[in-house]
């Protein structure tokens, strides 16, 4: 079984420019979600997704983050215009549904990460 | 506001010890609490996961120990190998919603 894929894996770039990722979760799982990962913390919801809705966006910074999921299968996460806090990594990961994702457990990506100067 | 607080923040174990790492909650919603180990450089993944039904779960050298009453959850990591040695997040969640995770344990296992 293939696992999440992200992309790009490393991205730097200066403040106030944008930036987009990419993720195409495990096939067949219903929800998804984008949290972040700020160096030597754990990871923190930004954003949920069953199918193609929104389940939970409450922690996403919505003045410059967005996201989207078409089709129910791949999704991006975007940050426009980034600050230095924003740099960390952005890890996608999917699950076959929210309701039994805990017996099944989330499948995490690689995560892709961002540095903000 | 962290909804799940971890403790130990890192931890050195001899190769053959028990590594112990704890948990705590406050929201009663929670029916779900996982284990997940990271490496560096990678996503994540799911070690061991227990529902407040039962007290206790073990999968091999990994175990898990649950205290309702008092809202905590430990991973318990017996006969801990240098292999073991990554980030270790416990997570929490109620039905149907995404994990809330705490800050980590940094375990460090030497030979």
């Known amino acids: 079984e293939a696992g999440v894929a992200q992309s790009p894996r490393y991205k730097i770039i200066e403040k106030r420019q944008s930036v987009a990722f990419w993720c195409n979760p495990i096939?067949?799982?219903?929800?998804l979600y984008w949290y972040q990962q700020i160096l030597g913390q754990g990871p923190k919801l930004l954003i949920q997704?069953?199918?193609?809705?929104?389940?939970?966006d409450s922690q996403l910074p919505k003045d410059r983050f967005s996201a989207e999921r078409l089709k129910g299968v791949d999704s991006t996460l975007k940050i426009q215009p980034a600050k230095l806090e924003d740099s960390a990594v952005y890890l996608c990961a999917s699950s076959l549904d929210a309701s039994i994702g805990r017996i099944y457990g989330y499948t995490f990506g690689s995560g892709t990460r961002l540095t903000v100067v | 506001q962290q909804q799940v607080k971890q403790s130990p923040q890192s931890l050195i174990v001899q190769k053959g010890g028990i590594s112990i790492i704890n948990c705590a909650y406050e929201?009663?919603?929670?029916?779900?609490f996982p284990w997940y180990q990271q490496f560096p450089g990678k996503g994540p993944a799911l070690l061991i996961a227990i529902r407040p039904d039962v007290s206790e779960k073990k999968e091999g050298r990994f175990t898990i120990s649950f205290n309702k009453s008092a809202k905590q959850f430990s991973l318990h990591i017996m006969d801990s190998q240098p292999g073991d040695s990554a980030t270790y997040f416990c997570a929490a969640s109620p039905s149907g919603y995404a994990l809330n995770f705490g800050k980590g344990t940094s375990l460090l296992v030497t030979p």
């Open positions: 929201n009663t919603a929670f029916d779900y």
């Open positions: 997704f069953q199918n193609n809705g929104v389940v939970d």
């Open positions: 096939s067949g799982h219903a929800t």
